[in-house]
């Protein structure tokens, strides 16, 4: 179900690990970091390609991050496999080079991130056959932004911060994939401009945004803009409150209007829509911790589903604690339903990329229940091994489809420095 090299790495590494935390007479339940290996400290400040704090350019940063991972889906009934594919698929899930510049008087930075090609990518049914593909050089992220006193001005290609999930980046979520609900409502990066507000770290952060829906295929034709697929605007705030219960508590909302012409239509083949899976989608977001347990919750809205037609509007709820069990591990827990007549769409990724069961349905409940190991405790996005196992149980009153129930199991390495 899973590579050979992978199951071994994942399994091995976080022996390694364990080991390695009793060697240091950690105890497990203590919480308390654990000295990382020497090489840690090196990869997570990344290579500093050149440092100069009297020149125009002050600093150029690399930036690799690499996640790569495999699945494993396996119905209650009858399995209904697309050809060859045995349930299972694997792929460099995202694969992204880049650089951090500081520039001026140490204000100004560009930031870039682009799309690696030419590794594994998913395979996929064509024509009946189980084919293999590559991944795209593309631009995931290259913005300009300017820092001023409570204020941070970007303008590129950005990462929307739509959803408590997707203000995390991918090298910090805690589960191998962000909730399927999650995934239908978020664009993933578009060209646009936005303004950030924060006076400090504890006061009230409010972002405002503009989006083009569209982007290209390749670098050749990034910068798209066409009448039907529009812009879409975003407004997102965050603020800390006080509790006894709690050692840190914030509430969170974003809600986003997309004014593209493809709500309840399908989106035309010569589009480039990338934009929200909704014309109105709405985000309520809980999150607070205390000693070793993190908990977020994430209440969601799509109003007017974009691109499928007949869907209309979904709803769901994302639960999810995380418990930091040793230096080296923690146990993840999610919870998540959605429901909307034919407007759920599940993890695209998986159950419909190796079944033929069908991607949209009635309603959708998911239990997550994942492990993850730490290589580098004192930062742990440097260098972490995922294992996730997930019960997903659907419905749909269609009279010829039968909707999806069974377990996926799911490996992933993954590093960022």
């Known amino acids: 179900m ?31 970091e654990s000295p990382s290996p020497p090489w840690c400290g090196a990869l997570a400040r990344g290579p500093v390609l050149y440092r100069d ?3 125009w350019i002050r600093k150029v940063k690399l930036t690799l991050i ?17 050809p060859d594919s045995g349930g299972h698929n694997s792929e460099w899930r995202r694969a992204y080079l880049g650089a951090d510049i500081l520039l001026g008087d140490g204000s100004w930075r ?8 030419d590794l594994e990518g998913r395979h996929r049914e ?12 593309s631009l995931y992220e290259l913005y300009l932004e300017k820092t001023l006193p409570g204020v941070k001005l970007r303008a590129g290609k950005l990462t929307p911060h739509l959803t408590s999930e997707y203000c995390l980046p991918s090298s910090r979520i805690k589960t191998v994939e962000r909730s399927a609900i999650c995934n239908e409502l978020i664009p993933i990066s ?24 569209a982007n290209g295929t390749d670098l050749t034709d990034e910068i798209q803009f066409h009448s039907d697929d529009n812009v879409f605007a975003l407004v997102a705030m965050k603020w800390n409150v006080a509790s006894p219960m709690w050692d840190s508590q914030s509430l969170g909302y974003q809600y986003a209007h997309n004014f593209t ?20 989608v709405f985000s309520l977001s809980w999150d607070a911790k205390r000693g070793n347990l993190a908990v977020m919750a994430n209440l969601l809205a799509g109003v007017g589903i974009v691109g499928q037609p007949g869907a209309k509007n979904v709803y769901g709820l994302v639960l999810q604690p995380v418990y930091r069990i ?42 997550y229940l994942g492990l993850n190991c730490y290589l580098c405790p004192e930062s742990i996005d440097t260098v972490k091994l995922m294992l996730g196992l997930e019960y997903v149980t659907s419905h749909t009153d269609s009279a010829t489809a039968k909707a999806f129930n069974g377990w996926s199991l799911y490996g992933a390495m993954r590093f960022k420095f």
């Not at 339903?337 to 998986?350: K, Q």
Request: with cysteine; glycine share 10%.
């Open 2 to 32: 899973m590579p050979v090299c992978l199951r071994n790495c994942l399994f091995g590494a976080c022996w390694y690990a364990a080991l390695s935390a009793a060697d240091a007479g950690i105890p497990a339940m203590q919480g308390r």
């Open 53 to 55: 704090d009297s020149s």
């Open 66 to 82: 690499g996640q790569y991972q495999t699945a494993a889906v396996s119905p209650n009934g009858s399995n209904r496999f697309c």
């Open 110 to 117: 560009l930031s870039n991130l682009t799309n690696v090609g």
């Open 126 to 137: 064509v024509r009946g056959e189980w084919t293999g593909s590559h991944t795209e050089w």
């Open 190 to 213: 578009n060209w646009g401009f936005e303004a950030n507000f924060q006076r400090n770290p504890k006061s009230l952060y409010h972002s405002y945004g503009v989006y083009l829906n």
């Open 261 to 280: 012409e493809w709500r309840g239509r399908k989106i035309a083949s010569g589009s480039d829509y990338q934009g929200p899976g909704a014309q109105d």
């Open 326 to 367: 040793s230096p080296h591990f923690e146990g993840v827990f999610q919870y998540q339903c959605s429901f909307g007549d034919g407007s759920v769409r599940l993890n695209s990724r998986y159950v419909p990329s190796v079944t033929r069961y069908p991607a949209w349905v009635d309603s959708m409940n998911s239990f």
